[in-house]
């Protein structure tokens, strides 16, 4: 308590009595521009990492990362949990803490891999939706610090990933929190009730009720949530704050304690975010989780969705995030290379989302000790080999005319456009009616290995490659 009231008195200390530049206000928080890094990076890294990557196992149709509710709920689960680790109320979540060790964990190993995968920003997750913290989280003792792995995983990524020339970004999921081991999960209605096997883990280890609890959508809880919200944006200083999507999944969105949550103690989470941008003198920039309907009011951050697609080039950005596998946590059933995305699926989801005004944030889990799979850093460096050569005709771009047809996406910047070709041909036939042919003053690849030839004519672009390797994606420059 006297370290949070330090805090408090600091917090005051830090932000006198003054007008700030943004409002609590979702007019106001509009008026936030879209950061210009952020619309140039267009390829981020998400990391889920915390407890549940030491089971690390789903059914195939809940995410791994959602094991420490669906252990207590879900039969599959539950029979798999039983058979591996013991009876629920004998071995309950809380015990797998000392178990995650996170031994051989590197974060400069991780920031050089992403950097070279052709990351521009990293996210890692500081709380999910378990209670537990991967930070040194002052409001409760159940984080990295004090248990598990013995240190401050936020802050380590931070100083590496800095270091590396990467964005740094923070993702908060306690948002879900509330509900997640109650007898609401999915629905969060104000007044849910702690599941029976929860409440006799907090009957035999009384400290439990921190980890689990609280169990109800009250004012003290949404208090809390945005402390702790505030303390990773006042130590971290993130460029991007990552928050999840309770308040517009709660079915009960006229609910007085659900609207308060969401139009008061989001809304000023996000304006003190802001505000504190302005002093640290960088922009920054946060997400607008969507499911069933977006968190907060549109053009209030990133439109964002899991695994979310677009048919059309959308006029304000927004961002894709998604797993090589179906689980962001670590997921042991997912580790063979037939459950894999590969290079080539992976980077045509990237050049995809691009193409129509979106980043694209990939996902990684990573295991209990610290290592990333093997198909993970594979896959990393399958897509870090294509970017290195060809990245201009991602990073700094924006939406052509027209995203593109069948197999083919288009990016542009300034007097150049470029087409991404996912199928290997000997001859592209580039027909659309936005491509003036006429002013076509050149047309090349990216790649050396590949040579180009090309003719024009009033309403097309036929182009011939001859590569002595096969690529993912073949990406020529066609400078106007």
């Known amino acids: 308590m006297k370290k949070i009231t330090i805090l408090f008195l600091l917090g005051i200390l830090l932000f006198p009595a003054c007008q ?21 990076a267009k390829f981020g890294i998400f990391i889920h990492w915390g407890p549940y990557s030491v089971p690390g196992w789903s ?17 599959a689960f539950i029979k798999y949990h039983e058979e591996n680790y013991g009876k629920l109320g004998e071995f309950g979540y809380k015990d797998f ?8 964990f590197d974060a400069d190993e991780w920031s050089e891999l992403f950097k070279y995968a052709g990351a521009k920003y990293v996210i890692p997750t500081a709380e999910h939706h378990d209670g537990f913290s991967m930070w040194d989280n002052p409001y409760s003792d159940w984080n990295s610090v004090e248990m598990g ?36 999960l999915n629905d969060y209605k104000e007044d849910s009730e702690a599941l029976p096997v929860i409440q006799q883990e907090i009957e035999q280890m009384s400290e439990a009720a921190d980890l689990y609890g609280p169990f109800q959508l009250t004012e003290p809880f949404m208090i809390d949530y945005k402390a702790r919200f505030v303390e990773l944006c006042r130590i971290y200083q993130p460029d991007f704050m990552w928050i999840d999507d309770a308040p517009c999944n709660s ?12 139009n008061k103690y989001h809304c000023e989470m ?10 640290w003198g960088k922009p920054v920039y946060w997400n607008n989780k969507k499911w069933t309907r977006n968190n907060y009011p549109e053009g209030c951050g990133v439109d964002e969705k899991d695994y979310l697609k677009n048919n059309k080039i959308r006029q304000q950005i927004w961002q894709s995030s998604g797993g090589m596998c179906h689980s962001y946590g670590y997921d042991r059933t997912e580790e063979s290379a037939d459950k894999y995305r590969t290079v080539d699926q992976l980077l045509e989801t990237m050049i995809d989302v691009v193409s129509k005004n979106g980043n694209f944030l990939l996902d990684i889990g990573p295991k209990p000790d610290g ?33 593109g047809y069948d197999r083919v996406r288009f990016t542009q910047k300034s007097n150049k456009v470029y087409c991404h070709f996912f ?27 590949v040579d180009v030839t090309y003719v024009t004519s009033d309403n097309q672009l036929e182009v011939k490659m001859i590569s002595n390797k096969k690529l993912p994606v073949y990406t020529i420059e066609v400078s106007l």
Do not use: C
């Open 20 to 40: 700030p530049k943004y409002q609590s206000d979702w007019n106001s928080l509009k008026e936030y521009p879209v950061p210009e890094w952020y619309q140039d």
């Open 59 to 75: 059914d195939g149709s809940q995410y791994a990362e959602w094991y420490s509710t669906m252990m207590y709920r879900n039969k």
């Open 97 to 104: 803490i000392p178990m995650f060790k996170a031994e051989k």
């Open 149 to 184: 792995p013995g240190f401050d995983f936020i802050a380590k990524m931070e100083k590496s990933v800095r270091k590396n020339g990467m964005k740094y970004g923070i993702s908060y999921h306690r948002e879900r929190h509330w509900g997640f081991y109650t007898n609401s």
């Open 251 to 262: 079915k009960h969105p006229e609910a007085p304690a659900v609207d308060l949550y969401m």
């Open 270 to 279: 996000i304006t003190d975010y802001l505000n504190m941008s302005e002093k």
């Open 371 to 403: 290592t990333l799979s093997p198909l993970t850093i594979e896959r990393l460096k399958g897509i870090g080999d294509w970017m290195q050569v060809n990245g201009e005709s991602i990073y700094g771009t924006r939406p052509f005319k027209t995203f």
């Open 423 to 449: 199928d290997s041909k000997d001859k592209y036939i580039v027909n659309i009616k936005e491509l003036d042919y006429g002013k076509i003053k050149s047309v090349k690849s990216l790649d050396d290995s």
